[in-house]
């Protein structure tokens, strides 16, 4: 089974702060990686597949980048509805997610 | 829009079976490219990927739980079905039915990311 470890399990920053969230796999999963981002009490809602594709809908301040085995989420400028958990999840072997890292205001 | 609702019983005893029902609207199963499944997420924790379904009724199921799930599909009343036994207490968790989109891996079609998720329906089981 592919891991995906999720470094950082709380981030805490601004409104108006960049910031950037990684996900890093066991093994090699080319660039079949999605995030997703989750309010409490809510479904989680896709932001980014292929690694840094961004969904419809998605503002652009929202940026995947990576491919095999180490992968980013970048959010530009902090906006407040930002503040969430975010996940990663592979699609290259079965599939998986990582741990989730609470993005919180500091 | 695609819409996905679950329902079933938010209480279930331990060692019996849950069932849960995902209602499709806005949208039809027989989509030829979409894949269906489950997933949950036991309180304060992750995401756990359960399985999923084609609409050819070809399935795949997580290793931990396969001994216990089944998943079936139902395109002509656009329904996808749960079933898990043997319930114990670490089954408690929310459950959400999800949209998955297809896309080609070489040269095999197979589950990509989730692109709908419905709402979710807390499955509590008691002892």
């Known amino acids: 089974e592919i891991v995906l470890t999720q470094s950082t399990g709380i981030l805490s920053l601004s409104p108006g702060e960049r910031a950037t969230l990684s996900c890093r796999a066991s093994?090699?999963?080319?660039?079949?990686l999605a995030w997703y981002q989750q309010k409490p009490g809510q479904a989680p809602r896709l932001l980014i597949y292929?690694?840094?594709s961004r969904a419809t809908g998605v503002p652009d301040r929202f940026s995947g980048s990576g491919s095999g085995t180490d992968f980013t989420l970048t959010i530009s400028k902090l906006e407040p509805e930002d503040f969430a958990v975010y996940y990663c999840?592979?699609?290259?072997?079965?599939?998986?997610f990582g741990q989730g890292t609470k993005l919180e205001i500091k | 829009q695609v819409q996905l609702q679950e329902s079933g019983p938010g209480l279930v005893r331990s060692s019996q079976t849950l069932s849960l029902t995902c209602t499709v609207s806005?949208?039809?199963?027989?989509?030829?490219?979409?894949?269906w499944g489950w997933i949950r997420q036991p309180a304060g924790q992750g995401l756990e990927w359960i399985g999923h379904?084609?609409?050819?009724?070809?399935?795949k199921y997580n290793a931990s739980l396969k001994s216990r799930v089944s998943i079936s599909i139902d395109t002509s009343q656009n329904r996808l079905s749960l079933r898990l036994t043997s319930m114990t207490a670490a089954d408690t968790a929310v459950y959400y039915c999800?949209?998955?989109?297809?896309?080609?891996?070489?040269?095999?079609?197979?589950?990509?990311?989730?692109?709908?998720w419905g709402r979710g329906t807390t499955v509590t089981v008691s002892s």
């Open positions: 379904i084609y609409t050819s009724g070809s399935s």
């Open positions: 999840q592979q699609y290259d072997t079965s599939l998986t």
């Open positions: 999800v949209r998955l989109v297809g896309g080609w891996f070489g040269e095999l079609w197979g589950p990509k990311y989730m692109d709908v």
């Open positions: 292929g690694a840094s």
């Open positions: 806005g949208g039809s199963m027989n989509s030829g490219t979409n894949y």
């Open positions: 093994q090699s999963v080319s660039s079949d």
